[in-house]
């Protein structure tokens, strides 16, 4: 006999139990969603967050980048490549004597650790939160000097 | 006095009268003993240790138990470790070795009479020839001490106060301890020395704060961060900050004083070692120190150019990155580079350098220590002249002149069995000696064996010579390094410092420091044959290469007839090479005249040589224009501009029917050939080099070859492959193997 109403109240609970899930599903409709549109929008980052690498200038729109090899030199990953020549007061790129002719960030060989920025006596170099990196070839996550430098504040953008 | 005090106290007690009871002169009475260690104690009492021994104390009142956390207690506790020579088995394996080539070297000395001082370094007994410098004396006990300005090659001034030591000396009746620098002070019998006191950290500290009041921190833009003494310094023995706060001094920054030499006078730290340098070893004194005081700067003359032909030693022995090279300047970082040991490749003295490269390319070149060379000096050919391997305007590809008259790139293939095809074509229509081969001076032992080899054995010709003057080959008498025990130099007819350079500063030494007469000619005159007459058997007779030929042999007949030694000194890096591999008519490998060697190699090469010795280049080139050598095989020579005869050599080249060139560059000879093929520098290929002397020498590739040129060994094994003899050479090493089985055995013991 107990038996009997053991199976229906089993019955009942299977019933009623993709209601009450549902009852979940149809209750997060009014809630705010985690996901975003993502090329729509775009999350903000915190404020430490360690994405790409970025070089920074003064706002003379000089290079902060001496071209040292300082971030190559504790690049975990051999990453950085910086090649170094000397600035003239024709060809002035950053302060000082000399200058990075080249600075290439491999990006996928990056573990993004931010021990360039740590070495930087400058500040030229730091992780931003820019982190859409996405490309098709290995060589193009090859991150040139042009690619990496923010844009100079003190010219006006043609794009 | 807190307990743990007495204790340290008690135990400095301990270890110092034991360190009393090794050294002779002290008395071993316990009470003498300890009125030394109550002095000893009362030593340190400066101004902050009085004061923080007094905190201690406040502290250490309520608290007896608690371990005052002050410098005295650790420095005390220190101390007492450091004056304690430690034990056996702390040691390192280093450490043991040491010791024991000390002491066999003390026994050495001592064996051949050498009168030995005894000193104590930081508890370390050593025994070093009487007048040694402490800071040597130090050194030798294993002990380090900071300097900037000592040399051990140059006269001792301190300049830079870095070297402070605290000695204990018997004198005047009492034992007395001082701190001084220890570069300008001899060892004295009994000295004590301290170098790791907290006086002498404080001595230490403030000197390079001293140093550094001045010195810009521009370390990151400075091309010698990274291996500069001064950066090293100060992390192992400088303050963390310093108390200077006011402006640095300013000059404007990287000031080329030459060619090769940016000077930064902000960074310089007045240690004179660049002055010392160029007053006692390269003996020009060109740099001097110009103004007083903290306005004390590095200068030339009037400001003159630095125009020494040594200049580029002064950058590589200044402790900061005031003198810096300008072919090198933000090149590299010294952690970027790779270094390969080498040889200079651009005069015949064959200094030891060390090849550093970055990204393929070489960057710079140092001279490295070898005593019987170079000692550790290079000339500034060799260290700004070297970059001619860098250069975009070497041959990448061969080149073949084609129908139009001009040459053209072509591939490896193509070019390798043009030249195959013409050899046999031409060995087939004209005989074996219409061909002729040029080997050159400039290639190493193993590419010249090859090549004889293949135009002996696989050709079968004669016809094979290296020189470009006509003279024959006259070995050096003595080698580089005893030049400087002559008492009498007669140098002839060159400006020995640019013509061979590093002989120049073997000569310029005997001149300077041991008292020799240098007598500079022209020629061979009445003057250098009465110079050395007066000199004897004690004489030196340096004469240059290209001397006409009744010269060298005048000289040869005078040094015969006195007694003096004759050193003809040949121009490239290989003159004496490219003779023992046997490139010339009539010798063989290891030098060995054709009669004597031939029945060797006959068995060795597995084939008969020709029997009749060849044409020398004179012979070739006018064999060539007579229309009788159809063929004209040349490695690493250039003939049109090199050869005596210029204008004979370009005939010979227009007129010759077929000229193959192995070349770096597209050179006149090059620009006359009818295939050319692109070799690989000194840089990109290992090797042997015979310096003047004939010291066998290695060079390492040091960079991978440029474009598609292979070393010149290689095109000739290839060449002898495409002509029928498969060969078995993997490696320059195989060939240097085969090369020294070539010569006959007793010959390789006989010569040289």
Request: hydrophobic share 35%; charged share 25%.
């Amino acid at each position: 006999m107990s038996d009997f109403f053991e199976d229906v109240k089993q019955i009942a609970r299977e019933v009623v139990a993709p209601f009450k899930g549902l009852g979940i599903t149809f209750g997060q409709l009014g809630e705010r969603k985690t996901t975003i549109s993502f090329p729509d929008y775009r999350r903000v980052m915190g404020v430490r967050a360690r994405w790409r690498h970025v070089l920074n200038r003064y706002d003379n729109g000089l290079e902060k980048c001496i071209g040292c090899s300082l971030c190559a030199g504790a690049c975990p990953s051999n990453a950085i490549l910086v090649v170094a020549d000397e600035n003239t007061d024709e060809a002035r790129f950053s302060p000082g004597e000399r200058y990075a002719v080249r600075y290439e960030i491999n990006m996928i060989r990056c573990i993004y650790c931010g021990f360039c920025q740590e070495a930087c006596p400058t500040g030229a170099v730091e992780l931003k939160d820019v982190f859409e990196m996405a490309e098709s070839t290995r060589h193009d996550l090859i991150f040139t000097k042009e690619m990496l430098l923010v844009p100079d504040p003190n010219r006006e953008r043609v794009d | 006095m807190s307990e743990n005090d007495k204790n340290t106290e008690i135990h400095t007690a301990q270890t110092n009268t034991e360190e009393q009871a090794n050294a002779p002169k002290e008395s071993t009475d316990q009470q003498a003993a300890q009125q030394t260690i109550a002095e000893a104690g009362a030593m340190p009492a400066s101004a902050t240790t009085a004061q923080e021994a007094e905190a201690a104390g406040r502290v250490a009142d309520p608290q007896p138990t608690a371990p005052p956390v002050s410098s005295t207690q650790a420095d005390g506790g220190a101390r007492t470790v450091e004056d304690t020579p430690r034990s056996e088995r702390d040691r390192t394996p280093a450490e043991k070795a040491d010791a024991v080539k000390v002491q066999s070297d003390a026994e050495a000395a001592k064996a051949a009479g050498v009168e030995m001082t005894k000193v104590t370094v930081d508890g370390v007994e050593v025994e070093v020839p009487k007048g040694t410098l402490v800071i040597e004396a130090c050194f030798r006990a294993g002990a380090d001490v900071p300097y900037f300005c000592y040399h051990p090659r140059l006269t001792s001034i301190g300049a830079c106060r870095m070297c402070l030591v605290s000695v204990e000396l018997e004198m005047f009746g009492a034992r007395r301890e001082s701190i001084f620098t220890c570069c300008t002070v001899p060892v004295a019998e009994g000295m004590a020395i301290k170098t790791r006191t907290p006086e002498v950290k404080k001595a230490q500290n403030g000197m390079l704060e001293f140093l550094l009041a001045n010195h810009p921190l521009d370390c990151p833009i400075c091309d010698r961060g990274g291996e500069c003494p001064l950066q090293n310094m100060t992390v192992a023995y400088g303050p963390p900050t310093s108390r200077f706060i006011e402006e640095k001094r300013h000059f404007p920054k990287a000031y080329p004083i030459s060619d090769y030499v940016v000077l930064d006078r902000e960074r310089c730290i007045q240690c004179m070692r660049c002055t010392r340098f160029c007053e006692e070893i390269s003996g020009d004194g060109q740099l001097a120190l110009l103004n007083r005081g903290s306005s004390t700067e590095i200068g030339t003359f009037f400001g003159h150019d630095f125009t020494s032909n040594f200049s580029g030693n002064t950058i590589e022995i200044c402790p900061v990155g005031a003198l810096l090279s300008r072919t090198y300047r933000f090149a590299a970082r010294p952690w970027e580079i790779s270094s390969s040991d080498s040889i200079c490749s651009k005069c015949g003295n064959g200094c030891n350098v060390a090849l550093q490269t970055r990204l393929g390319e070489l960057v710079r070149v140092n001279g490295r220590t070898n005593e019987d060379v170079n000692e550790e000096w290079t000339c500034d050919r060799g260290k700004f002249g070297n970059y001619y391997v860098n250069d975009e305007s070497r041959l990448k590809h061969p080149l073949m002149r084609r129908a139009d008259g001009a040459l053209h790139p072509a591939s490896w293939d193509e070019a390798l069995a043009a030249v195959a095809e013409r050899i046999t074509r031409t060995k087939a229509e004209f005989g074996a000696d219409a061909i002729a081969g040029i080997g050159s001076t400039r290639c190493t032992v193993e590419d010249n064996y090859l090549f004889g080899k293949m135009l002996r054995a696989l050709v079968g010709t004669n016809n094979l010579d290296h020189r470009m003057l006509p003279h024959g080959f006259e070995p050096m008498q003595t080698t580089i390094a005893e030049i400087e025990h002559f008492k009498t130099i007669v140098s002839v007819g060159m400006k020995l410092d640019w013509d061979q350079p590093i002989v120049y500063l073997r000569v310029f030494k005997a001149y300077s420091k041991k008292g020799a007469n240098w007598i500079k000619a022209d020629v061979v005159d009445n003057t250098v044959t009465e110079a050395l007459r007066a000199g004897g058997a004690d004489a030196v007779l340096l004469l240059p290469h290209h001397l006409p030929q009744d010269q060298i042999d005048r000289a040869k007949k005078l040094c015969a007839s006195t007694g003096a030694k004759l050193n003809v000194l040949l121009p490239d890096c290989n003159s004496w090479g490219a003779a023992r591999a046997g490139i010339l008519p009539d010798r063989l490998p290891g030098l060995t005249a054709f009669r004597e060697g031939r029945a060797h190699l006959d068995s060795f090469w597995k084939t008969p040589l020709p029997t009749a010795s060849g044409l020398d280049s004179d012979g070739i080139f006018d064999a060539v224009s007579a229309g009788r050598v159809q063929m004209l095989y040349i490695m690493g020579s250039d003939p049109a501009t090199r050869f005596h005869d210029t204008e004979k050599a370009r005939r010979a080249l227009e007129a010759a029917p077929f000229v193959v060139v192995q070349e770096l560059f597209l050179t006149e000879t090059a620009k006359r050939a009818d295939i050319v093929l692109p070799a690989a520098s000194f840089a990109e290929k290992d090797g042997t080099f015979f310096n003047i002397e004939g010291r066998e020498q290695k060079i390492k590739q040091a960079m991978p070859v440029k474009g598609d040129a292979r070393p010149d060994w290689r095109i000739v094994a290839d060449l002898m492959g495409r002509l029928g003899t498969p060969v078995p050479y993997f490696s320059a090493r195989d060939i240097y193997r085969e090369y020294n089985r070539s010569i006959p055995k007793a010959e390789a013991v006989a010569a040289r």
